[in-house]
């Protein structure tokens, strides 16, 4: 009830508890890159490029499978401990997706830059690498969509909060979905315990203390979210598909 | 827990199962190798799927340091200490003090670490224990202040893992907490100007004589030694995700083979400080995110029983 | 000066300030497989000086290096930052530098490097708590790892070191002690073969009180290497690994 009536009042920048903020994703922007997206949630935009399936040497060839490397770039350009656990979180997210097995003995980078951040970084870090990895047309077996969620210090669950609003929260989660609702490749999971496949967590990442209540509202917010957002990733993508065809 | 049975690995990997040792199936086949005792509900090392290993802390084992605790959990070995140094608190939080926390893994620990840069895992589960230690209210850092504004405590929370056997976050946050609780900060001295002294309890009852040889009104005031008065202490339970099992407390061979973690931090039932899975093959339902959340439930319990234990040793000896 | 220095170090009764007479050792404590995960390990304990060392291999040698016919032993020294009573700073890892090339130096003499070809043996020490000593308890600790480590030796090397401070010659220093030194010895022997594989020797010495320290080492390093005998060969047993570890038995004395 109280949630109810919570997302009917707006947040500092007007928003509703269930509103995203307007998000832009653009690709194929840089010109040297295998492929290379811009993902843009208002005022927090990542630039992500993907650079391979190419040769690597030494401790990081793989005899059976593809190696993703992620390179976290801040604006600061220091790596710290905070980055390097961004890197683990969203390579192990990517490999859920990429069919590593087609290209083995070789490497797959993705670079992340931040531009700007408004919160829910790590969010569209994911979202921008995912449309990146489509761009770069490395095999995939299908897509991701990440989503932020904040628990308020009423309890109050909103999503895609920004920075300010992640400082002053009590708690606030990144949560990856696949993004599939046409599933065609086979050997993928079927629906367990009775739940559709896109509402199973490929990634989870907490910050601040939560009751276990919150942290379930948090799922079904996320979830409710992450559609809205797959199907942005879905259009934008067919779109740029669209104009593929067109121009060839 | 549910335990179903899982699609027949291949029959060509069973023929020759039967005709092998088991040492030399363990090393050519490993997910067949596990997956066949996960089969009878049951783990290599004997434990049943969702209990943790067994779990020793001991505490003050550093006489060096201000407090530390040395927590075995398995194979997986972690010692903790904590040291304290005097400096200014920052304008923000004027009446805090702060922590410094360094989790490292030098070459002994395991033979996938060698020497150079620090290991990506080390950096990652650094960064886990900052975010958890500061997401739970474990440590007031007010209890850090000697005076507001002037003077502070900066603890040096330093961890090192000896033997690296898995669930290296679990036992790295536990040897924090009871090093933490075994932390004893000593006896200071302010005067007049508000300059900190640490003080030994000898020199203490020295001091006013000098003072007074000295002929001078001595105002030093004493902030007595005290240990710290800590809030819940936070447990993480690692659990590998595979197929349909759920195992709790993996060692160093089941999370290189079964790819899929899930950890979850708990302070008290009902209160998540984290829940963390990055990726791997295998999606967590709503449902098996309960039931990791319910094997953590019963593991915290356990837990501030060992540390209750502890700290009663340790006051005894 | 010197008096007030020595006063400090010696009681009126010739004893140091642990009790221990000049020529006495602090009580040890030796144990092998210390960290499960690796080939070999062995923690010891000097008195309150406690190391770790855990060997890997014989395993791949990175690729950066060149290509060599015999093995190789690469050797790494840590300390914890509580290791030392004032915590340790970014500029320890120098200090670390020249112990591990102190160690590899000390242990290069007594593995047999042709038993395996173009591999590498790592041996990692980590120092948890320094209180003097620390590289004679670095290098008879490593001498055990790589005894359970299985890695062919010519004999275990058991290291000691001594201060000399003012008059007196103190075997096996505290930290307290070695602040005060005038010089210092380290000696490393290899016990039942009596050979000498490292010394090294500061400060300023005369002859005489050169070779009276030598021998003080050497004796305690002959006792030293006779107790840790015992250690690796309980090890040995257990596991059944009598082949790989050959060494002529020591000639038992009273």
Known sequence: MINLEMSEQARVDGRTANQLRPTL?????LERAHGSARWQQDNTIIMAAVYGPKPVSGKKEDPERATLEVLWKTKSGIAGNADKEAEVTIRRTLEYIVLSSMHPNTGIS???????DDGAILACAINAACAALVDAGIPLTGLIVAVSVGVTTHGVVVVDPTKVEEKNFRAHVCLVFPNRPKCTVAGLPAPVGGEPAEHGIITCVTRGAMSVDEYMNCLERGRAASVKIAKFTRTSLEHCQRSYEIMS | MAVEEASGSASVVKDV??????????????????????DSAVRPDGRPLGRARPTDVVLGQVPTTDGSALVRLGNTT???????????????????????IDFQMPPICSPHVRPGRPAEDACAINEQLSIVLASSQLLDLRQLSITSGKSAWVAYLDIYCLNADG???????LASAAALMDLQIPTVSINNDGKVQIVSSREKQDQ??????????????????????????????????????LLA?????????????????????????SLYKPGGQVVATTSTVMDCIALTRLRLKEVHSILEEATQTHEED | MVLETQKALLKSDGTRLDDRLPTYVRPAFLKTGAVKVAAGSAYAEFGSTKVIVSVYGPRESKKAQAFSDIGRLNCDVKFTSFATPLRGKAGQDIGDKEFSVLLHKALEGAVDLHSFPKTTVDVFALVLQSDGGDLPAIITCASMALADAGIVMRDIVAAISLSCVGKNLLLDPTYKEETQEDGSVMVAIMTSRREITQVTLTGEWSSTKASEALELCSDACQKLGESVFLVPKVCIEEIGNFAIFQLPRPPLRN
């Open chain 2, 208 to 245: 006013p004589m000098v003072d007074a040889e000295e002929g001078q009104e001595t105002k030093s005031k004493f902030v007595e030694g005290r240990s710290l008065k800590l809030g819940p202490v936070p447990v993480a339970l690692t659990c590998m995700l595979h197929k349909k099992h």
């Open chain 2, 167 to 173: 669930s290296l976050l679990d036992a790295a946050l």
């Open chain 2, 78 to 100: 972690m010692l903790a200490g904590v040291k304290l140094e005097l400096c200014v608190p920052s304008a923000e939080t004027p009446d805090q003090g702060r922590i410094a």
């Open chain 1, 25 to 29: 994703c653009s690709r194929s922007l």
């Open chain 2, 249 to 273: 407390d993996p060692t160093a061979e089941e999370e290189a083979v079964l790819q899929t973690v899930l950890v979850v931090v708990l302070d008290s039932p009902d209160k998540l400080i």
């Open chain 1, 110 to 116: 993705i670079i992340l830059q931040v531009v700007n």
């Open chain 2, 17 to 38: 199962a039967s005709s092998m040792e088991v040492e030399a199936f363990r090393r050519l086949f490993p997910l067949q190798y596990i997956e066949r005792y996960l």
